[in-house]
DNA sequence: TAGATTGTTAATCGATTAACAATC
DNA sequence: TAGATTGTTAATCGATTAACAATC
């Protein structure tokens, strides 16, 4: 049964179950009924204690002496991660990034359904991306409307994604996806996850320097 | 100063450092020498004690009852962080997400130099992105090895990317920035960072069920 | 039943925030 | 000098790890 005393749950709870889904959804495929924390655990590379703490917080889903049945778990963090319904979700900005995005097959097969593509550039507009034809940036708000899209996902240049979202939250989306190396400013009522692809890379070359001055 | 006594940096603290390079950086466009850990701390949305921990860490950057010079600070970060050298990057797996990656032009100005490109595709073989010749994946050890290459980047599909890894590993890379949703396994001198683009997505996803259900 | 493994409480660890002396 | 702001120490907060009773 699911947990109703939701809240209390920690963000690094929230990013380990998308592995925890990707992880029981490969074990499934493999042919397992049932896994334990232990094993689910050993392949992802967190505790075990860690995976009992994190799906505690939402309910009791295993049984005791036994482990957790692959199956059902899967279907409820599904629920819990809102992925077991379809999102649309719009991208504006088809530079390289926002043209692989839009072409990124593993997103369907978690609910999300590209909705509509934008790009300011008329040489870009009218293209067909992986079936969507890309509209002009000026067709956002009532596009955005008539879709029924629910996430906004930013890929233009720094300079232009403050705007960019503000005009996304007027036309109604519930979250923004932002790519572009800025912080940007929403309302509380809107969901915003934001990507800095440099952070990583950056990590990488402090750790390097440690290892090799 | 420099502070000798490196190792006890958090996690959470590198991962801000390249934040804080970068609003340094426009700050700088803007034409200011001297900033606040106040003022830095209002435009990325971090507290001051904050940001002046995390630099404390590495050294005393700051004058008391001044702030912050903005070159200076911006040249000590960009050593801690190793972006003041040339790190050569190699792309293996040039599908939608590796292209982008191999056009990203913001790598450039942190000392990141595009050196190769793989892709096991013969219909790519040859072909030339952001100046430089795609090659065969037969080719990757001799390559990594005569062009220096220490930085290896992974956008094959999940079942690949240990094969690849491993194979980079053994031509003699330093580090590994994989894309592809899989847990990786490399020697501890091989430093490994993980992007997971489907995290950020579910998330979002996550926290607008609460919001709407 | 005996062995295994969960769910949960307590202990530890680490990171953030608050406070303030040092000093420009 | 007075006001401002750093660097650092202490207090708080939160997350992870350890331990174990419950129970399949």
């Known amino acids: 049964m699911l947990n109703p005393k939701y809240g209390s749950i920690s963000r690094a709870t929230v990013d380990r179950l998308p592995l925890y889904f990707r992880t029981l959804r490969l074990i499934k495929s493999e042919g397992s009924d049932i896994v334990s924390s232990e094993e689910l655990g050993r392949r992802i590379g967190v505790t075990p204690e860690q995976i009992r703490k994190d799906l ?78 890309v509209l002009a940036v000026s067709d956002m708000e009532t596009t955005i409307a008539d879709r029924n899209i629910q996430i906004g996902v930013i890929t233009v240049p720094a300079p232009e994604a403050q705007s960019v979202a503000d005009r996304m939250v007027a036309a109604g989306v519930h979250g923004i996806w932002n790519f572009a190396p800025v912080r940007i400013r929403v309302p509380e009522t809107v969901q915003l996850v934001s990507e800095d692809l440099s952070v990583g890379l950056t990590t990488l070359s402090y750790h390097l320097r440690r290892q090799m001055p």
């Open 56 to 133: 505690a917080g939402f309910g009791a889903f295993g049984k005791k002496g036994v482990g957790y049945h692959v199956a059902e778990l899967l279907n409820n963090i599904g629920v819990i991660l809102g992925i077991d319904r379809r999102w649309n979700i719009g991208i504006v900005g088809i530079g390289h990034l926002g043209w692989a995005l839009a072409n990124y097959r593993n997103f369907a097969s978690m609910g999300f359904h590209l909705s509509a593509l934008f790009d300011q550039n008329p040489a870009l507009v009218g293209q067909v991306i992986n079936g969507v034809e």
